[in-house]
């Protein structure tokens, strides 16, 4: 996994995108993934992963 995190930050940086922009991006995903699924979706799982692959890619503490 770092080393694929490793690859997409080598190519997000470039583009010098905002964190902030993952963050708006995550609520648009979870609300929905979570609509499609309903009760069986579990947003805090989803939200760790997430957090793991954003703070990856971005490379920002806002996703501890």
């Known amino acids: 996994l770092d080393a694929d995190l490793a690859h997409l930050k080598s190519q997000h940086d470039p583009r010098t995108i905002d964190p902030v922009n993952f963050v708006v991006f995550r609520k648009a995903l979870i609300a929905t993934v979570a609509g499609t699924f309903g ?23 806002i996703f501890d």
């Open 39 to 61: 009760v069986c979706f579990d947003v805090p799982a989803w939200q760790g992963c997430y957090n793991i692959i954003a703070k990856g890619i971005t490379g920002s503490d």
